[in-house]
């Protein structure tokens, strides 16, 4: 086989890595545990990428500075100036033809010339049958007509004008007529909801030499037509009244003299109908100092809509949106190959996020994900614990109830852990090899003992502020992040523990795993802890064999209680008060006590420096047997993690 080599064309790099879902997923969790929910993760990721894709923010910057490029390339009243400059040059050029002629018919001619009325279009219009003295005044108004129809004919079919050998010559308006009514027919049936597949190949071959850019299909053609029809409409609203009453009326004036006003009006109407979805109306400042030619400035009205319309699609802001809705060819034409290599790879990404199992069908994480975020959120936890003796979590005992870990080390005296009987014959083995003796027997220094570790079953409730001053205080981040640690950690670490995440606010309630990622703080006063107790006691004794822990992390005293009557509607009420009321005080403390006589101790995590909550949480922890914590953000999952494992090594059995 022959091979050949070349220059690499554009096209996704065929040399980059797979995508990397879980990379992503990591980079999801990063935007989640930082307080973002999980679809504004998403789109945030999309919008600022990542390592090998550029976002949709950055190219949403490149199309708004191609639209200021293209609001400075020029004025819109190029085309007016231009005939007036003709205009004027003509009207000069026949009064010096005139003014040396001392016959009536001169001075006749020249009251004529003075009384044009000052709009142009009018003024065109009515030197149409004027019999020019000056052969340089005829050439220049001359080329004001083929300016006109040149301009006109370019501007709502491209190009068109250098296809045409003489577009005056009754000829070619002929064909042009011929052309518009073939246009018009094969749009009208389009409407009506008819094929039309063959009649555009029909009439590409008649009239194919119309249209220099050769639509490939009748959709890119009615596409091409109404844009270009939609962008001169919006040209025109943004000129002043006075410029586009001139522009108006010189292009009417260029329709009927190639006697094709009524089948380009016709056309106007097709195309409004079968394009209502393009902007047809509004107003565009354009700040340039050079005056643009009709086609140009009405391409450069084109393109700043169709970077709008882009613009839009990358924003993502409208319900439902996708990257499958970005139009690909679109972004290609303003931005290059390199943007829908981008745009192609952010597809990718989010593709290999559904496909893998980690997005559903509807965005939203599936139990998957939410456990690589939480094996994420503990490792934030983790690199924050302190090496020493509060991370240090080691506990071995004796007997059948402690579970082995796999390792051994030498007998030291006074140990009770199993003898490893293999590893003990080899030392004595070995020993004796070195010591040439054929029955060396046991020495001490030859016992190795198998290392155990106590393993007992928890029910943890972790009871989390979820209270609007959360927020206020910056702590709802660290607080959402070490409920998912602790979640992750428990399902790794401990799959035998049952956990059970409780927020309160005005309101308790249970918060299931696939949850935490979404979860925000309430915009509702209250921190009913009275509820979340209630809430924890009993599921506490859904679990009476196992060892009870009990972890609270609040920034505020209890403000909140349950009512005994529930609302209209059948839901829990709750009475709120600031500062808190006796009764509010005395039905917390009653929880409190509840969990202490079923010997649930309550590990408190105080967030803030509110005197009157710290007083209330000593006399707790007091009342209760409990510790109190006062943990700043940044270490609370450090101090919740560690006093989860610290609880749940078999403290009842000790007792």
């Not at 086609?295 to 802001?317: G, R």
């Not at 929880?591 to 707790?620: C, H, N, Q, Y």
């Not at 953000?633 to 450090?638: I, P, T």
């Amino acid at each position: 086989m022959r091979y050949r080599y070349g220059a690499f064309h554009g096209g996704p790099d065929p040399l980059a890595e797979p995508v990397d879902a879980g990379a992503a997923v990591d980079e999801l969790a990063d935007r989640i545990l930082d307080g973002s929910s999980v679809r504004d993760a998403l789109r945030d990721m999309l919008r600022r990428g990542m390592e090998g894709a550029r976002g949709l923010d950055d190219l949403r910057r490149r199309l708004q500075q191609r639209r200021r490029e293209l609001q400075k390339s020029g004025r819109l009243d190029g085309l007016l100036e231009k005939v007036r400059e003709k205009l004027d040059e003509a009207l000069e050029n026949e009064r010096s033809a005139l003014f040396p002629d001392p016959s009536d018919d001169a001075r006749f001619r020249e009251a004529s010339l003075d009384m044009l009325p000052d709009d142009t279009s009018r003024a065109v219009r009515e030197l149409a049958d004027y019999d020019w003295r000056s052969p340089e005044a005829r050439a220049a108004y001359d080329e004001i007509k083929d300016m006109l129809r040149r301009d006109v004919l370019d501007q709502q079919f491209k190009g068109m004008s250098q296809a045409l050998q003489n577009p005056g010559s009754p000829e070619e308006q002929q064909a042009m007529k011929d052309m518009l009514a073939d246009l018009n027919t094969m749009l009208d049936k389009h409407r009506r909801g008819e094929d039309v597949s063959e009649d555009f190949e029909q009439f590409m071959d008649k009239h194919g030499e119309f249209f220099p850019d050769r639509p490939e299909s009748f959709e890119q053609l009615l596409d091409d037509l109404a844009r270009r029809a939609a962008a001169m409409q919006r040209m025109l609203d943004s000129m002043t009244p006075e410029q586009r009453e001139e522009l108006a009326g010189l292009m009417e004036q260029v329709w009927q003299d190639m006697d094709l006003a009524s089948e380009m009006s016709q056309l106007q109407d097709h195309l409004r109908a079968l394009r209502p979805d393009l902007p047809w109306q509004g107003r565009q400042r354009m700040q340039g100092e050079r005056g643009l030619g009709l086609p140009d400035a009405t391409e450069a009205l084109a393109e700043m809509a169709d970077l709008e319309a882009l613009e839009a699609q990358l924003s993502q802001d409208y319900p439902g949106a996708t990257l499958d809705d970005v139009d690909v060819e679109a972004v290609e034409r303003a931005l290059g190959r390199q943007a829908v290599d981008d745009i192609q790879r952010l597809r990718e990404i989010e593709r290999e996020l559904r496909e893998q199992g980690y997005l559903t069908e509807r965005s939203e994480l599936s139990p998957k994900a939410v456990r690589r975020i939480g094996r994420t959120a503990l490792r934030r936890v983790f690199a924050d614990l302190d090496a020493g003796p509060r991370g240090d979590h080691e506990v071995h005992d004796a007997g059948a109830a402690g579970e082995f870990t796999g390792q051994s080390r030498a007998w030291e005296f006074g140990d009770e852990q199993p003898l490893d009987v293999v590893r003990t014959v080899g030392n004595a083995v070995r020993r004796g090899l070195a010591e040439g003796k054929r029955s060396p027997g046991l020495s001490a220094e030859d016992f190795e003992v198998r290392e155990t570790e106590t393993r007992t079953r928890a029910a943890v409730a972790l009871l989390v502020d979820q209270s609007f001053s959360m927020v206020m205080n910056d702590t709802w981040r660290a607080a959402k992040t070490t409920a998912m640690a602790l979640q992750a950690l428990a399902a790794s670490a401990y799959p035998l523990d049952a956990l059970q995440v409780i927020t309160f606010a005005n309101l308790a309630r249970t918060v299931n795993p696939e949850e935490l990622p979404d979860l925000a703080a309430s915009d509702i006063q209250g921190t009913n802890l009275h509820h979340a107790l209630m809430l924890a006691g009993r599921f506490l004794d859904r679990h009476r064999d196992a060892e009870p822990v009990c972890l609270v992390v609040t920034d505020g005293e209890p403000t909140a209680h349950l009512l005994p009557a529930p609302t209209a509607s059948g839901g829990p009420d709750w009475w709120f008060m600031w500062p808190p009321d006796r009764e509010t005080i005395e039905l917390t403390v009653a929880e409190v006590d509840r969990l202490t006589r079923r010997g649930v101790p309550i590990s408190w995590f105080r967030l803030g420096d509110d005197p009157r909550l710290e007083r209330f949480l000593d006399a707790m922890a007091r009342r209760n047997g409990g510790r109190v914590f006062a943990a700043d953000g940044d270490r609370l999952g450090d101090y919740v993690v560690t006093d989860y494992v610290r609880a749940r090594k078999g403290r009842r059995r000790s007792a």
